[in-house]
T-cell receptor, first 112, second 115 residues
């Protein structure tokens, strides 16, 4: 059964605006980690941000923040002040506790 | 740290040939993972190792695929015989010990084309 769901195959955002990429997950394990990775056209997987299941506060890393709603099992990525270089595939992933499973990804395109 | 190193970066081979993909994890990381990425199926976990021991190989598509980790600094993924449907990008990743809060560091991937 799929455990990570990204319902937005593609998203567009205007440069300098904020965008939210959706992610929902399913697990019965109380201890898990949620991650977002960026994959630009060059193909490498770049770690962006992490949220632990026991963390009380939402994670932030520079322009990235994770909107963690545990009861709803959602872990949306918010990118503020979008830049052209943010155009890429974005993957949500969950680790519980050993192996990490990925969602299908969202392709973000930033328009000038 | 040099990161996770994969070789080769690109591999083109003929159907029926044996293909070996290589990975050197980050020193000190005790988990190693092999993923396959295709347009149709996304990122699939094939197998992972803990302290050089295979823990879960349920993602390995069929007996043509095998993976080994003879020591803490080296792993191989072998396909024999290769088929056109094996064409994909294969990623190796490594991580510190178990626990949900440890993320993975990915290698640059090997783009495999089987013709």
């Amino acid at each position: 059964a799929q455990k990570i769901t990204q319902t937005q195959p593609g998203m567009f955002v205007q440069e300098k605006e904020a965008v939210t990429l959706d992610c929902t997950y399913d697990t019965s394990d109380p201890s898990y980690g949620l991650f977002w990775y960026k994959q630009p056209s060059s193909g490498e997987m770049i770690f962006l941000i992490y949220q632990g299941s026991y963390d009380q506060q939402n994670a932030t890393e520079g322009r990235y923040s994770l909107n963690f709603q545990k009861a709803r099992k959602s872990a949306n990525l918010v990118i503020s002040a979008s830049q052209l270089g943010d155009s890429a595939m974005y993957f949500c992933a969950m680790r519980e506790p050993n192996d990490m499973r990925f969602g299908a990804g969202t392709r973000l395109t930033v328009k000038p | 740290d040099a990161g996770v190193i994969q070789s080769p970066r690109h591999e083109v081979t003929e159907m029926g040939q044996e293909v070996t993909l290589r990975c050197k994890p980050i020193s000190g990381h005790d988990y190693l993972f092999w993923y396959r990425q295709t347009m149709m199926r996304g990122l699939e976990l094939l197998i992972y190792f803990n302290n050089n021991v295979p823990i879960d190989d349920s993602g390995m598509p069929e007996d043509r695929f095998s993976a080994k980790m003879p020591n803490a600094s080296f792993s191989t993924l072998k396909i024999q015989p290769s088929e056109p449907r094996d064409s994909a990008v294969y990623f190796c990743a490594s991580s510190l010990s178990a626990g949900g809060h440890y993320g993975y560091t990915f290698g640059s991937g090997t783009r495999l084309t089987v013709v």
